[in-house]
């Protein structure tokens, strides 16, 4: 007897499914934007106005991060204090989590603070 795999999403409730569904859209969206900004920077010349040229290559270079940093958060949401995650994965434990979460919040930290220095 066969037995019929079923996939996460099915295994959600309709309201759960739809946010996680809205929240990795976002997060696709958000590092497609970002790689678009990355390609017209890299296409553009330095020569005009080079002090916009290094702000704007900063301004991005800061904000990759941070895009990303969330975008895998959305994939994989979780609340590690409860030990509760969406995706049953090694991405999603605990000691991984804590370890995502204590660096890149001080990597979050610098970004923003370069940001606006």
């Not at 409730?13 to 809205?22: D, H, I, K």
């Not at 859209?25 to 678009?36: D, E, G, K, Q």
């Not at 290094?54 to 030990?83: G, K, N, W, Y």
Request: charge should be positive.
């Amino acid at each position: 007897m066969k037995s019929k795999k079923r996939s996460l999403i099915q295994d959600l409730p309709a309201g759960l499914s739809l946010w996680w569904l809205r929240l990795c859209t976002v997060s696709v969206l958000n590092i497609r934007w970002l790689a678009r900004l990355w390609m017209k920077h890299l296409k553009e010349s330095p020569i005009p106005n080079r002090e916009a040229y290094a702000v704007q290559r900063r301004q991005l270079t800061l904000s990759t991060p941070f895009v990303l940093e969330c975008a895998f958060r959305s994939f994989l949401p979780r609340s590690d204090v409860q030990r509760i995650s969406l995706v049953d994965s090694w991405l999603s434990s605990v000691l991984s989590g804590r370890t995502y979460s204590g660096d890149d919040s001080r990597i979050m930290f610098c970004c923003a603070m370069g940001q606006l220095a």
